[in-house]
């Protein structure tokens, strides 16, 4: 090989291993063999993630929570990192709150029963008309045995546990119920979940009188706190990171009842008569089960439709803002 070739091939043989660490600078990566053939990104390109606000005062329903104490100051911020980084989750709840608030704090105030129990539906159900393991379904998560107990029709046609109105009023009984029992709101917010029976037992057996004092199970124990955290974030949400526009949230949408006291062969045909589809009248009228309404008896019904125009999303803006 001539002394030019040999030149010519060190020179070609440098320039490739400049090149190679060039390649491996820019996209930055580790030489192949270390710890991770990936290296990390630089730590400034890394959203901050930031420990929660913890407020130095807090209440519910006007009763004082003992943030002096270490286990509900740190229970208090799980449920507050929970909520304030499960980003989509909580979101969609500002979204659906502003659709169904309304509804619920006009029949809490009829029934003097504190707004902070609008954020109970909120963790029993996340506002959707979901069912439990345990068979409660609704806003409020209503027993079959609860429901009925307090009035409410629950069959294979008719399940009023999904009509928000009437599920509101049941749990403003129970909840005044509970009130009545205990003198606190808190513990009454505690029976809601584990039930009175237990609540009592347990106060008694621990020789306690308030809910922060309780050792319960872990869903009872995360239940208040759950409240808490999203009575925190919903009244200050841009100090959790939520920054959102009115507009931005589901508006809410005029409705007119109809009053039925007969059979509804087809609730198909009933919500065509009536200029809406069939999806829209089950979405205002969940507690319909069936594709038709039985009314042997010829009860009393008020079947919800929205007003006309009002399905257009265009509309409702225009309304919501007018408001």
Not at 238 to 246: D, I, R, S, V
Not at 265 to 290: C, D, G, H, M
Request: proline share 6%.
């Amino acid at each position: 090989m001539s002394k030019n070739k040999f030149i010519c091939l060190i020179l070609v043989v440098i320039l490739s291993i400049l090149a190679i660490v060039f390649i491996f600078q820019a996209f930055g990566l580790k030489e192949v063999g270390g710890d991770n053939d990936i290296k990390r990104p630089d730590r400034r390109q890394i959203p901050p993630v930031y420990n929660v606000l913890i407020p130095k005062k807090l209440n519910f329903c006007g009763e004082p929570v003992p943030m002096d104490m270490f286990l509900v100051r740190e229970f208090l911020e799980r449920e507050l990192t929970s909520n304030s980084y499960f980003h989509s989750s909580t979101l969609m709840l500002f979204k659906r709150t502003n659709r169904w608030f309304p509804i619920i704090e006009t029949i809490l105030e009829k029934n003097n029963i504190p707004l902070d129990f609008k954020y109970l539906a909120v963790i029993e159900s996340n506002l959707e008309n979901s069912v439990s393991p345990a068979g409660a379904a609704g806003f409020w998560q209503i027993l079959p045995t609860t429901a009925r107990e307090y009035g409410l029709e629950v069959n294979n046609g008719i399940d009023e546990r999904y009509h928000l109105e009437k599920a509101t009023e049941v749990a403003c009984k129970y909840l005044q119920k509970s009130f009545d029992n205990y003198g606190s709101w808190t513990l009454a917010a505690a029976a809601y979940n584990a039930g009175n029976t237990k609540i009592t037992k347990s106060l008694s057996e621990q020789l306690v009188d308030n809910y922060y004092d309780l050792l319960l199970n872990q869903e009872t124990e995360r239940y208040i706190f759950r409240i808490l955290a999203i009575k925190t974030i919903f009244e200050n949400p841009k100090q959790y990171g939520f920054y959102f526009e009115n507009r931005e949230l589901f508006p809410p949408i005029p409705t007119r009842n109809i009053e039925v006291n007969q059979t509804i062969p087809s609730l198909v045909n009933f919500a065509q008569e009536n200029k809406i589809t069939y999806k829209v009248l089950k979405y205002f009228n969940p507690w319909l089960r069936k594709e038709s309404l039985p009314n042997n008896s010829k009860k009393t019904y008020y079947i919800k439709v929205p007003l006309e125009g009002y399905t257009n999303y265009s509309k409702l803006l225009r309304a919501d803002q007018l408001d």
